[in-house]
């Protein structure tokens, strides 16, 4: 197992020397506080690819322990699907580092009915392709990561002062989860997926029914790194009903209503 300082040493750095600090961000509530904490970076650079690796072997091996990080002697966590996937790291604006990912598996043009790890857990017809869920439009949702570190850090604002402890407040869970879906909906728009697949703990589900997104199960359990639940949703109607029941996460999630 490769030594874990030295594999916190490199996600910190390999984000310093590759993250660019964007404009002035946008005075839109908890858009404005987002912006000013965090920005989302495309990790599909050969220089920053391997970042996200490295958070999922962190997140997946070392602090879940879904997957065996023996078999990762690099530090890297990779499977097959990454080869045609869109990738993307959420960066703390303070300090350069990137702290999160989660990618996007896109259709393969001549093997869509192969193309997502869904496809291999359960036989189902919506997985067929249908009117509900055309596969050359679909994406599956996967490897959605933050480390735990991070927001430990993030929420330790008790002995903070005043200032201090409301920066700290905008990193926890919620606002990074919306930043990790920030990343999956401009990926979505520029590669023209309009239907997301996914497998997911019941409590993550639950998690994004209360945040506004509204997906829909299909076919029973599958065991997969613990019992998760294949669903599905169409991107856009599922934003169109947060847009009217969640505003704010709305304008999070479509950065101000530019990705839609």
């Not at 990779?78 to 990738?87: G, Q, T």
């Not at 999160?100 to 896109?106: C, D, F």
């Not at 050359?136 to 402890?165: D, W, Y």
Request: glycine share 6%; with cysteine; hydrophobic share 40%.
């Amino acid at each position: 197992m490769p030594d874990q300082a030295l594999v916190d040493e490199r996600i910190r750095v390999s984000a310093r020397d590759c993250w660019v600090a964007p404009p002035t961000p946008r005075p839109v509530d908890l858009l404005r506080q987002f912006d000013l904490h965090f920005e989302t970076v495309s990790a599909d650079s050969p220089e920053l690819r391997p970042l996200a690796h490295r958070i999922r072997y962190q997140v997946y091996c070392i602090e879940n322990q879904y997957l065996n990080a023996n078999d990762h002697s690099d530090a890297l966590e990779r499977d097959e699907f990454d080869s045609h996937a869109a990738h993307s790291l959420l960066v703390d604006r303070r300090t350069g580092d990137a702290f999160g990912t989660v990618r996007l598996v896109l259709p393969l043009s001549d093997a869509p009915h192969d193309s997502f790890a869904v496809q291999r857990l359960i036989d189902h017809p919506l997985l067929k392709g249908s009117r509900d869920l055309p596969l050359h439009a679909t994406g599956e949702v996967s490897r959605f990561s933050l480390l735990r570190e991070f927001g430990r850090r993030a929420s330790s604002a008790g002995s903070a002062k005043p200032a201090e402890a409301e920066s700290s407040s905008y990193r926890c869970g919620p606002l990074m989860r919306l930043g990790l879906l920030q990343m999956l909906v401009r990926m979505s728009v520029q590669h023209g997926i309009t239907h997301w697949v996914a497998v997911m703990e019941p409590k993550v589900v639950r998690m994004l029914s209360a945040m506004g997104l509204q997906f829909e199960p299909f076919g029973g359990m599958v065991d997969y790194h613990g019992w998760r639940q294949p669903c599905f949703c169409n991107l856009f109607d599922m934003l169109r009903h947060m847009k009217h029941d969640r505003p704010a996460f709305w304008n999070v999630l479509t950065d101000g209503g530019t990705l839609q």
